[in-house]
């Protein structure tokens, strides 16, 4: 018998490994062309004001200062990555006549060097007339709040609504109902690699940008759309990305202005943003209030669920519409509810604007339905555990109106985390283990980017010496999908990690891809590289049949480099051989085959989910306040694994980041004014704070996905605070519903509760 | 101000080169020498992804100026494998996928080098302390920290 898979399953090292370990990976950060100039960003030192008047004079005298480019210089294009929707593209990037968060780009500098350029924007002089300003959803939804939009009355920006069942009926039946608010704080992505470009327009006005992004193909389509140039006379170049987690997918002011500069220029423009920059004026996870209204029968079977939720939009709409819409399904999830309703709100506010992070409105949803479930599990005497198995999701299930679920392994998982738990018995006082349940999609399905191309495409060139050309779109910005594609290419065709040589992060050569968000690539991307592999195989087999296969119903395979019969594997010819045949005998030509995926009737918003539980075993210093993480341990279900040594960092990396915004990152405003942006205040977990993490792997088949692969390295960020919360729950008996849980909240609440034992 | 003679050893090579008093280290590894590989994440030595050997110890090279490392030997991330020979640090950052973005990457194979120079079997606890200072946004620590508990067990020592 052969292996099953020869590739898929085995630990590869990551295949940008030694760029990356060597110091010799390029990323746009350390582009240098020849007479490249540098840039910087004048932004708005207001929430809200009217540009009155821009006066560059004085910057552009200043030696070594070659342009000033400000509003008016743009096309004046309201763009937005919700093409669809002409109302949801709001934002000018360079604002002309108003702006409406600190730190809104008014104008940029390109000069001979940074600190040049800095001293410039202290010359340029902006004459605003200051206007109210409204910080928060539950503010400024209000009649007669000020406005930041013409079209926006009351700030609405999108509204979402979802609905299946008979909610009032269910809560008529409901033994018992609860109803909670709850605050999600706000999350800065802190890529290591802050946002940056570098912009080279030619005379033959072709604009090249090299660029830090998770969709290459993005990028193109908006600067050219705002920049007045044909789609594919933009070349955008991304082949390292320090990092992404839902920040880098837009049109940002470094890709922007630099492109402004460049088309001024004839010369190459680099602008990094500095990271205090990063923290004030890019994108970051949405803040939302969230109202949750439950009602269950008392042995805990869920009947109806009513959720509301004010988002705080920030001053445009970029990806937050997204989230609002993924919020709403995910408060439903990873659960069997009869009944549900849900309405979202998001609404304009004068900060920086919210957008995709990493679990994309999901995190928030979980954080609250799962330290929901454990109150309701409380107040009616039920174990944790069970209350989710009573509930779970199961194969097959259909989420009215929304989805079908097909591979669900949520029951095993929590079977798993119910034996880990047992095993750690009875734990010493302060401490407590808390569990939450997840899911996550697979890459989304709605086209609000309305592009006409497939979701996913792949190109495939097989050479003489049986060097595989994989040609893909996607973008690694570290999760390793570079990785995970060659193997699947390699799987299908039946050869080597070795044998192929990726191509990647070029407009110019690559075949278009969505990029990479929404935990789409594995699935997408991968269905594509296995569909272009497929028919290269084909391509070869059929040399190889006239050889090998006397009888016609004799079916041929390829498996680690040897072309053979399936039912005698011993009978075969090497791969290489005939490649080098093939070739001859297509009169020269290589063999190059198509692949290609969009996803058509599979619901409203994923082919396939993840699922999973995760327990966090946390000590609460009741003193203090202060929260120490014991052990996080991961059941997950994430389908065939392709490669397990990408899995696992996923896993724990998501835990990472997920932990921090459960009990460490925020980003605290007054009036708009981010309070910590640098990375001495604000709090990313570091290697000391980093908990034992054991990942327990699942197994299912995703008949959706490549292989039976599907979501592994965003779900994860979904369960942590909710988890963290409940362990502190069960710790301490208090339940903390506004994020992040930090010593001072512990400290009040526990103050609180001893107020109330003595009444 | 008037440039200034800086006399420097970078990965075993001997440079000479006027700069500006002001510059820092990092600005002068990365643009002058375009030893690129060095990266900074934030410029105010708050994250080490600028970290270099000096003399053999760490500094943040976004915190000292060129011209205090005059006189001194420097080591990056592109100095630590020799002859296309990847260092026992490095290939234990492969097999244990203790990278992912690589933006840290360079900053705490550094810090590990430094680690293992000087202490060559530390605990758990040291090596957490020894890239405490070291932010990576993408691995959770854990894989890195696998990485160099391998080495400082001898499972990467040098083939004779
Ligand atoms: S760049 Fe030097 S410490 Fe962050
Ligand atoms: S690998 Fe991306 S920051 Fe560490």
């Known amino acids: 018998m052969m292996k099953k898979y020869s590739v898929i399953n085995t630990p590869i090292h990551n295949i940008d490994g030694i760029a990356k370990i060597t110091g010799r990976a390029e990323y746009a950060f350390d582009i240098k062309l020849p007479h490249m100039l540098y840039g910087k960003i004048l932004r708005s030192p207001y929430p809200h004001a009217k540009i009155l008047k821009i006066n560059t004079k004085k910057a552009e005298g200043l030696t070594g200062v070659k342009a000033v480019v400000t509003g008016k210089d743009t096309l004046g294009i309201k763009q937005g990555i919700w093409r669809r929707f002409k109302e949801l593209c709001d934002e000018e990037i360079l604002a002309r006549s108003k702006v409406r968060y600190i730190g809104e780009p008014v104008a940029a500098v390109a000069a001979v060097d940074e600190d040049t350029a800095e001293e410039a924007l202290d010359l340029i002089e902006v004459e605003y007339e200051s206007l109210p300003g409204v910080f928060g959803p539950l503010e400024a939804i209000k009649q007669g709040a000020p406005q930041l939009h013409e079209h926006a009355e009351r700030n609405i920006n999108v509204t979402r609504h979802i609905e299946w069942g008979d909610v009032d009926e269910g809560f008529k039946k409901a033994d018992h109902v609860r109803e909670d608010w709850f605050r999600c704080s706000s999350q800065h992505h802190v890529c290591m690699e802050t946002h940056n470009a570098v912009a080279s327009f030619t005379p033959d006005k072709k604009l090249t940008v090299w660029t830090s992004t998770q969709s290459h193909y993005y990028i193109q389509v908006l600067l050219s759309w705002v920049l007045g140039l044909r789609e594919n006379d933009v070349r955008v170049i991304s082949r390292y990305t320090g990092g992404g987690f839902g920040s880098k997918f837009e049109l940002d002011s470094a890709q922007f202005c630099s492109s402004l500069l460049s088309m001024k220029l004839f010369k190459p423009v680099k602008i990094i943003l500095t990271r205090e920059e990063e923290f004030m004026a890019t994108k970051r996870r949405t803040p939302m209030f969230y109202y949750l209204r439950t009602g269950v029968k008392k042995d805990g079977t869920f009947l109806a669920k009513e959720g509301r939720v004010f988002t705080e939009g920030g001053a445009y709409t970029s990806m937050g519409a997204t989230a609002l819409y993924l919020t709403g399904f995910f408060q439903a999830f990873p659960y069997v509810w009869p009944s549900y309703r849900y309405d979202g709100y998001r609404v304009y506010t004068n900060t920086a604007p919210t957008s995709a992070m990493r679990g994309f409105g999901a995190p928030q949803a979980t954080f609250c339905a799962e330290t929901q479930i454990d109150l309701i599990a409380n107040d009616l005497g039920i174990d944790p555990i069970k209350i989710r198995r009573k509930n779970a999701m199961y194969p097959g299930y259909e989420v009215p109106g929304q989805a079908t679920i097909q591979s669900c392994g949520l029951s095993q998982c929590l079977d798993k985390i119910e034996k880990w738990i047992k095993s750690q018995g009875k734990l010493p006082p302060n401490r407590g283990i808390g569990i ?51 193997m699947i290419c390699a799987e299908e065709l039946g050869v080597q990690v070795e044998d192929i040589r990726l191509h990647m992060g070029d407009t110019e050569s690559c075949p278009v891809d969505l990029g990479a968000w929404g935990s789409r690539e594995t699935l997408m991307q991968g269905n594509a590289v296995k569909m272009a592999a497929a028919k290269a195989k084909q391509q070869i087999i059929e040399y190889a049949a006239a050889k090998l296969s006397p009888n016609i ?91 397990p040594l990408g899995v696992k960092g996923q896993l724990e990396g998501a835990m990472a980041m997920a932990a921090g915004y459960g009990f460490t990152e925020d980003l605290p405003m007054d009036e708009g004014k981010i309070l910590n942006p640098n990375l001495v205040d604000y709090k990313v977990l570091r290697a000391t704070e980093m908990p034992e993490t054991k990942v327990i792997e699942v197994e299912t088949y995703e008949p959706e996905g490549p292989f039976g692969a599907k979501e592994a390295g965003e779900g994860l960020t979904n369960p942590t605070a909710g988890a963290l919360g409940n362990a502190v729950f069960h710790a301490t008996g208090l339940s903390i519903k506004n994020l992040p849980i930090t010593p001072e909240k512990v400290l009040e609440a526990l103050k609180e509760k001893k107020k109330e034992e003595k009444k | 101000m008037e440039k200034q003679l800086l006399r420097i050893t970078v990965n075993n090579e001997y440079h000479e080169l006027y700069v500006k008093p002001k510059r820092l280290l990092v600005e002068v590894l990365r643009d002058e020498l375009e030893l690129t590989g ?123």
């Open chain 1, 553 to 643: 119903v004799y079916d041929l395979d390829i498996k680690d480099r040897w072309v053979h019969l399936i039912a005698r594997p011993e009978r075969g010819l090497s791969y290489y051989d005939v490649v080098k045949e093939a070739i001859r005998g297509k009169d020269g030509q290589p063999i190059i085959a198509r692949g290609h995926y969009t996803p058509h009737r599979k619901g409203m918003i994923s082919p396939a989910y993840s699922f999973g539980v995760q327990a966090v075993d946390a000590e609460v210093d009741p003193d203090t306040g202060k929260i120490t993480l014991k052990n996080c341990v991961t059941a997950h279900d994430c389908g065939q694994v392709i490669n």
């Open chain 2, 38 to 160: 060095t990266k900074r994440g934030c410029n105010t030595g708050a994250c080490c992804a600028c970290t270099v050997l000096l003399n053999g110890v760490t500094v943040k090279s976004c915190s000292i100026l060129a011209m205090q490392a005059d006189g001194t030997e420097v080591t990056t991330v592109e100095g630590l494998a020799e002859g296309g020979k990847l260092s026992p640090i490095q290939r234990s950052f492969l097999d244990h996928g203790a990278y992912q973005c690589g933006f840290c990457t360079s900053g705490m194979l550094i810090s590990a080098t430094a680690l293992i120079n000087e202490k060559p079997s530390p605990t758990k606890k040291q090596i957490k302390e020894a890239i405490h200072g070291n932010i990576c946004r993408c691995t959770g620590y854990n894989s890195i920290i696998r990485a160099i508990k391998a080495v400082a067990e001898g499972k990467y020592k040098e083939e004779e």
């Open chain 1, 436 to 486: 939450a349940a997840y899911g996550f999609m697979s890459g989304g399905i709605f086209n609000w980017f309305d592009t006409p191309y497939a979701f996913s495409s792949a190109v495939i060139q097989v050479k003489i010496d049986g060097k595989v050309d994989l040609y893909i779109g996607s973008q690694d910005m570290g999760q390793g999908s570079n990785t995970t594609m060659t």
